[in-house]
């Protein structure tokens, strides 16, 4: 019955501010926004990320999610020292679980993003 997953929200109080945070600070690439509701998709590689206010939507007023999503990067590293000169603030500066390196940080509204590199099976 599923075939796919078409995006994954990010809940944001501030649509505008989480754009630009997405776009401009973390470079992806900004996609089509919901007619003149505060909701946005964001390409990033193979994952779109939908950026929405959900208290615009008939639901709660927006709290961060609880489990990060990793995003994909060539070099953990120099991506997070890319990111701190911007003013982001890492949870994790760096992580090495023996098959990857990893980042921890939070958007502007404290939703958890990961820095992610694979370097092993």
């Given at each position: ?28 690439e ?35 999610n ?56």
């Amino acid at each position: 019955m599923i075939t796919g997953v078409d995006f994954v929200c990010v809940p944001t109080r501030d649509h505008d501010r989480a754009v630009e945070f997405y776009v401009n600070t973390l470079g992806l690439e900004r996609g089509k926004r919901w007619g003149n509701m505060p909701a946005t998709e964001l390409q990033a590689g193979n994952l779109t990320l939908a950026v929405m206010d959900p208290s615009a939507f008939g639901q709660a007023e927006a709290r961060p999610n609880s489990a990060p999503i990793a995003l994909q990067v060539d070099d953990v590293e120099a991506a997070r020292d890319r990111l701190a000169a911007e003013g982001v603030t890492f949870l994790i500066e760096m992580m090495d679980s023996g098959v990857c390196h990893q980042a921890v940080f939070t958007d502007p509204d404290g939703n958890p993003l990961i820095l992610h590199h694979r370097y092993a099976p």
